[in-house]
């Protein structure tokens, strides 16, 4: 069955960097558009970040440009998320997902991790 599963989340004071990583299996990664997620304490599951199959096309909510970057090794089945400058209000639980579709709903992301916490304190 298919598994997604994130790693690298924790503890970090505003300004520091984190790096997140999901690793896939059973499906046929290269073929998917991978995506970031994220869901704060009482706040709706929210897009971050989307890659296309060949990483040709990348896309951030404006909160996190210029802040995070999303990347895919497809030799490896893995995807990953460098997030630097992190803000308080960037802690969430991050998920990773994966979709047929160029899309930010969650909807439309068929597969899911269980979420790794990312913790920001001012």
């Known amino acids: 069955q298919v598994q997604l599963v994130e790693s690298g989340g924790g503890l970090v004071q505003a300004g520091g960097s984190l790096r997140l990583s999901c690793a896939a299996s059973?499906?046929?990664?290269?073929?998917?558009?991978m995506g970031w997620f994220r869901q704060a304490p009482g706040k709706e599951r929210e897009f971050v970040a989307r890659i296309s199959q060949a990483s040709v096309s990348k896309s951030y909510r404006d909160s996190v440009k210029g802040r995070f970057t999303i990347s895919r090794d497809n030799a490896k089945n893995t995807l990953d998320l460098q997030m630097d400058n992190l803000k308080p209000e960037d802690t969430a639980v991050y998920y990773c997902?994966?979709?047929?579709?160029?899309?930010?709903?969650?909807?439309?992301?068929?597969?899911w991790g269980q979420g790794t916490q990312v913790t920001v304190s001012s």
């Open positions: 059973g499906l046929t990664f290269s073929r998917m558009i």
């Open positions: 997902a994966a979709s047929n579709s160029w899309t930010t709903y969650k909807n439309e992301y068929a597969h």
